[in-house]
């Protein structure tokens, strides 16, 4: 069991919408919604690339739906904000390659309910996932992942809202948040650092002002004093960025999507992934358990772990780590209260948590894509409703609460 250190600082990095991997990300979710949105049964693997003038779309795709590539591909681009020639990558001018077949027979055996040997749906693939709660921020998320994404989030809020007031303001960027922890509580923001890309004609001074003003708005007033040490742009400029300054993948930014560093990641990328690969499915019900185990209050942090086989519907194992902050005498006994609540098979994590109709539920794949994939409301894994529900498992097996 992981023991809280008396003392230490943590850093986390977060990085823009118009970040060259994070642009693939949401070209890939954003193939994936549309597919979904037609045909709730498509099986999608799309990986995307940017460089240059260039945009690259390709992988597995099977689906009844008629997706109309080339719109969905530049309107993400379009809506980042890449429309300016002078960024050497435009919505309407970068070159576009498709390339895509559909998912291999011999996955598609064991995931399909019908012809797996268990007639139940089994998991996309084998592998480990994730999840992480904590109860230091009101998202119950680590501090430094998430105040590293809003500060780059109002920037691309004030960027797209306020054009005329920030023309200076391109959509490549970066933020990084260093917080120093007591006795396992956030007590400080020691640095900050930003780079943002902005047009030959910004002024450095102005930028730092705006990163002050940012960061006073989003981060509380009792973890930011005169001595947080700023860092904005500290090569000195940061005029070429965007897939101009460095190609964009699908799928390179699986800290920033998760927990900043915080906790385990068992490796698998979740965009442009349709909620058969348990990547993605279970990595978002893993976060499911562990916040809701949070939020009933039985224990501080929890990290919840799950992993599969290929084509077999029942997880290999579940493992939970409070890290010490567990309301149990043992993690051991929280994890059978878990198990009565939660059905960890795929086929039940699609079902609870709605993963093939995002938008008749008001969210989308494409959202997920940039700001990282948990804390944010409006996701059905950030849901507590199982709450009252491990209360009462917890009783069942006469533990006190």
Known sequence: MSKIRAEHVFTSESVSEGHPDKVCDQISDAVLDACLEQDPESRVACES????????????????????????????????????EAMRFTADGAKLMICIHSQSPD?????????????????GDQGMMFGYATNETEELMPAPIMYAHKIVQEFARLRKEQPKKY???RPDAKSQVSVRYVDGKPV????????????????????????????????????????????????????????????????????????????????????????????????YMCRYVAKNVVAAGLAEKCEVQVAYAIGVAYPLSLNVDTYGTGKFEKDEDLELIIRDVFDMRPATIIKTLDLKHPHKNGWCYKETAAYGHFGRPNFPWEKTNKVKDLIEAAKKRGFKI
């Open 107 to 123: 996955i598609s055996l064991g995931v399909t309910a019908e012809t797996s040997k268990t007639h139940e749906q089994g998991a």
């Open 167 to 169: 023309p200076f303001l």
């Open 49 to 84: 690339l940017v460089t240059t003038d260039m945009i690259v779309v390709s992988g597995e795709i099977t689906t009844h739906a008629d997706v109309v590539w080339e719109t969905t591909t530049r309107d993400i681009v379009r809506s980042i904000g890449y429309n300016d």
């Open 188 to 283: 400080k923001v020691e640095t900050i650092v930003v780079s943002h890309q902005h047009t030959p004609d910004a002024k450095m001074e102005v930028l730092e002002s705006i990163v002050r003003e940012v960061a006073a708005s989003v981060i509380p007033a009792n973890l930011l004093d005169k001595d947080v040490k700023y860092y904005v742009n500290p090569t000195g400029r940061f005029e070429i960025g965007g897939p101009h300054g460095d190609t964009g993948l699908t799928g390179r930014k699986i800290i920033v999507d998760t927990y900043g560093g915080v906790g385990s990641h068992g490796g698998g990328a979740f965009s442009g992934k349709d909620p058969s690969k348990v990547d993605r499915s279970a990595a």
